[in-house]
């Protein structure tokens, strides 16, 4: 009998850590290859890990609630070949031995914070940590009494990487910091005493954003989900990062009403799937970036970072009812079939709540369908790191001028309102303009006679 780690997968582009929040298998279970042992929360989808070899769950390493590395171990699982893995498992155990008997050449402050830092994985409060704000806390001599008092912003109060360096930065340049960066060794009484002394530094802007709720016999509480608050948190710091700006067109579509009223049924019949809008703005949209490639970036400081990807989000609503944005990667490499089957396909795993990190990554450009609310037009909030993200309104019809040979004329046609926000930190009004304008002429401009 072997055992064998079973570690934390890598679950997607730049994502470092997850929490666990459900082992579907109890210690003793029998496990198949590829099935599903816990339920995993990363800081963009909810994900089932499965099990990459099969055999007889040992042990479980971390808990429900618990923030885990990418990489590290979470289970032990009993396989049935030989016992080649086995000395992994005590090399791993021994690995952080070396440090161990190298420590005491180290100084004894060092030794100390870093003794308190490893404490930190589970608090008195009860309150997570992940990985790299340790190592942060770690280096810049922050003992767990202290990193108790730094706010956190994240889902249920965890401090974020942005947190940590804020509160560094505070305590660098506060007066009362020297005195907070007292060595453990010192009296417990000492820390106590420093420690509100750091607290004041954030809680007044604290205060600013969380006025009092007023609540009475009539009013119910209703506590955000983790979804719901990650998705507040995001928007947030979008509307602080971006000086957003929109900008407005309104698209006569009326061929491509028709066109599509002519092909739905056929492609249903033969595909089995329907044939949306959604797919059909998601091709103009990566026509127009093409036209202007500088809507395709992102902003890292002062630099603009140019994609030559396009990569194409559309918001899906998960069985909560929050919505979640995957990609369409490549979007201009994708016929109007092929777009079609991307957003069917993603469109139904976020309904099955079947969507992957995988999925979310890398979008370079967003769209968000008002329409399918009934709303005329929005004003969306821009994805991070993206600079812009367009609304596409509901097609209503209206009475309009027909110019003819002959002369003008009062027809019926269709029109939606097309919305673009855009981050005027990097695009200017001629430039988001513009974009919207080509995005509409496309519309306008839709090939009647084009086969799907």
């Keep these: 009998m072997a055992l064998v780690e079973m570690v934390m997968p890598k679950m997607g582009e730049s994502i470092m850590e997850g929490t666990v929040l459900k082992w579907l298998k109890n210690v003793g279970d029998t496990i198949e290859q590829d099935e599903s042992v816990l339920e995993v929360a990363t800081d963009k989808v909810d994900t089932e890990v499965p099990a990459l070899q099969g055999g007889v769950l040992k042990e479980i390493l971390v808990q429900e609630g618990d923030v885990v590395a990418v990489g590290a171990p979470i289970a032990i699982i009993a396989t049935n070949g030989e016992d080649t893995a086995a000395p992994a498992t005590p090399a791993a155990t021994e690995a952080p031995a070396a440090p161990q008997a190298a420590a005491p050449q180290e100084a004894a402050p060092a030794a100390a914070s870093a003794a308190s830092v490893a404490k930190l994985d589970k608090p008195a409060s009860g309150r997570f940590y992940s990985p790299l704000v ?29 947190d940590i360096l804020a509160y560094v930065e505070s305590r660098k340049n506060a007066p009362a910091a020297p005195a907070a960066q007292a060595p453990a060794p010192q009296a417990q009484a000492q820390q106590q005493v420093q420690a509100p002394a750091v607290q004041p530094q954030a809680t007044p802007a604290q ?3 969380k006025p009092a709720a007023s609540v009475g016999g009539n009013t119910e509480i209703i506590e955000m989900d983790r979804m719901r608050k990650m998705i507040a948190d995001r928007m947030v710091e979008s509307k602080r990062i971006s000086p957003h700006v929109t900008s407005f067109v309104e698209a006569d579509v009326t061929n491509l009403v028709n066109w599509r009223n002519k092909w739905k049924d056929v492609y249903k019949k033969r595909e089995g799937e329907n044939l949306t809008f959604t797919p059909i703005f998601i091709q103009a949209i990566a026509k127009a970036i093409q036209d202007f490639p500088m809507i395709n970036v992102s902003v890292d400081g002062s630099n603009i970072i140019r994609h030559k990807d396009i990569n ?6 998960l069985p909560s009812g929050n919505l979640i944005v995957p990609n369409i990667k490549n979007a201009d490499q ?12 993603l469109a139904n795993r976020g309904r099955m709540n079947k969507l992957t990190p ?19 037009m929005g004003t969306p909030i821009i994805m991070q790191p993206q600079v812009a993200i367009m609304a596409v309104g509901a097609i209503k019809k209206k009475p309009a001028v027909i110019e003819t040979p002959e002369g003008d004329l009062i027809g019926i046609r269709h029109f939606m309102f097309l919305s673009h926000s855009y981050d005027h930190r990097v695009v200017d009004g001629s430039l988001g303009g513009m974009f919207v304008r080509r995005v509409a002429d496309y519309l306008e401009q839709f090939d009647v006679n084009q086969a799907i």
């Design 134 to 162: 340790l190592n942060i806390a770690r280096e810049e001599g922050i003992s767990m009494e202290e990193l108790e008092y730094v706010p956190g912003t994240g889902s249920e109060g965890r401090v974020s990487k942005k």
């Design 207 to 209: 205060a600013a954003v």
């Design 312 to 317: 194409i989000g559309m918001a899906v609503a």
């Design 334 to 345: 994708l016929n109007l079939n092929g777009l079609t089957k991307k957003v069917n396909d």
């Design 358 to 376: 995988d999925d979310l990554a890398g979008g370079t450009y967003t769209i968000s369908n008002v329409g399918s609310f009934g709303n005329v």
